[in-house]
């Protein structure tokens, strides 16, 4: 791996059509808290057009999948594995890739998407979780990254 | 509130104020420098 490149890793997205929504770490620097975070989560529409076009753009980004003994590194297989229903985190040349679903707390595409906020990365528009929906999300979650983070958001909403 | 705290919460609310677009550009250059420092640390 070269180096980590999230906002290349998101314009790819982008220009390939993926409906997707911009939720854990990324989201929480674009409300306002700027911290480190080590992949780049996202909830996706769950059509499988849009998960057949996710896994050929983490495939050309040299990514894979890891589930237990299973190596997974083509488009079809990482699409099939999407299509589970099921979190997956995606290794790419680029970063990780973290497909955030069927966890608890977590609103799907459709609710996320018609309440997010467009931001500009590399010159491409990406919708980012509304405020309200990633603090609902980290006080679902609950570890103790996400109430850090969460007691962050809330001081800068004060 | 510690004297250090309060300074770190003015910036969150400073920051708050910018556009998502660049929190979100800092946040990932700031992501990249620490995955690089890490990933040099292990290697040394």
Not at chain 1, 1 to 28: H, I, K, N, W, Y
Not at chain 1, 89 to 101: A, F, H, K, S, W
Not at chain 1, 122 to 149: E, F, N, P
Request: proline residues 2%; negative net charge; contains cysteine.
């Amino acid at each position: 791996m070269s180096g980590p490149a999230f906002d290349e890793l998101l314009r790819r997205l982008t220009d390939a059509d993926v409906q997707f929504v911009v939720v854990g770490g990324l989201a929480v620097n674009a409300w306002g808290v700027v911290r480190g975070t080590k992949d780049v989560d996202v909830v996706v529409a769950p059509d499988i057009d849009n998960l057949k076009r996710l896994a050929e753009v983490a495939v050309a980004a040299g990514g894979h999948v890891q589930q237990g003994e299973a190596f997974l590194g083509t488009p079809i297989s990482i699409a099939s594995a999407l299509a589970g229903g099921e979190q997956v985190p995606i290794e790419t040349d680029l970063g990780r890739l973290d497909v955030v679903q069927g966890l608890d707390g977590v609103p799907d595409y459709e609710e996320l998407s018609a309440q997010a906020t467009e931001a500009e990365v590399l010159g491409v528009r990406v919708l980012i979780c509304s405020r309200g929906h990633l603090t609902a999300m980290k006080r679902a979650a609950g570890r103790t990254r996400d109430l850090a983070d969460l007691e962050d958001l809330e001081a800068t909403a004060e | 509130m510690a004297r250090s705290e309060e300074v770190r919460v003015q910036r969150l609310r400073e920051d708050a104020q910018r556009t998502l677009s660049t929190n979100l550009a800092e946040g990932i250059a700031l992501s990249h420098k620490l995955m690089q420092f890490t990933g040099a640390a292990r290697k040394s």
